[in-house]
């Protein structure tokens, strides 16, 4: 999609972090956005910054664990703006998990899931049908992330398993889409090339009470890229970041060019991959990867 001009770009979890980067970089160009999201204060900012900035913008609750809820956005995306031409099933938490995985509460594994797994399956459900009936060039863009995708990091096991879903969702969504010749363009987005510095570390702000944690003792302590920074440096690691903003930019000349890999890698992410194709060829018992 070389124009986004009057285009409607459908994002949820697109009140703050790489989703409220992505309004702003699309409406800049033009779109009309309709940002789904859990997290009122978040809502209520990113409407009255949509409004000063002149982009026409609808603002409304959706919870991407309802598909309901998703249907009710894409309809009120189709009403009030006038279309859909790009989602961007982008919503997604970090359980703050730590410790042995077999004493995770439950509540942990299914809010996770839930989100980040359920939220993209209910997202394919409430809105491929309309894009595909529509017959015209558009997008489906999902957020995973490298950890699950390409390599498996050690710290964040229920996080981890919830976007190697993700991802085999994407590529086969993908490979459907291609298969049945149809205009819609699937693409797997991965923010970085570093941790983006977002409201991710800190997603308890949005957990919903009936899943609120039974088992005490599985938290992270990191609830923010700072926290991420000083635990890293007390190991001798100095850990880069990445502003959303330049996530959305990326993402943008991606689409651009139809591109399913919607991917910056730094050499020593390609030397993780690399080693993690390796080791599988090889046969090679598995290290736990580093952050970087
Ligand atoms: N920050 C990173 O380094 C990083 C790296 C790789 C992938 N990601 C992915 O990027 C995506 C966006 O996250 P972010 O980093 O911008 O974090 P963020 O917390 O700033 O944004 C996530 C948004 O999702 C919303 N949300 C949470 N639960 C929801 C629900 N049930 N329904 C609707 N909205 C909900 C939150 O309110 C928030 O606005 C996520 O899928 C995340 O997994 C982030």
Redesign the pocket.
Known sequence: MKDFTNKVAVI?????????SLAFALGRRGAKIAV????KT?MAHIAEELAAANIEAIVEH????SVDSLNALADAATEKLGGLDLVFA?????AGETGAMWDYSEKDWQWCF???VW?VINSIRAFMPRLVAAGREAHFVV?????GAYVILPDAPI?TAS?ATVHAITENLHYQVQAGGLPVKVSAL???PH??????F??G??RPEALKKEVEGNESGINSVDDMKKMAAEYGIEIQT?H?DEVAEMAIRGLEQDAFWLLETTPETDAKIRARADMILNRTTPVPAMLG
């Open positions: 949820t979890g697109g009140a703050s972090g790489v989703g409220r789904g999201d859990v997290d978040a959706c919870d991407v664990t982008n919503a997604g938490i970090g839930n989100v980040n939220g957020t995973g992330s490298g950890n996080y976007k991965f923010p970085g941790v983006v510095d977002t409201g991710l800190n997603s702000r949005v990445t959303p």
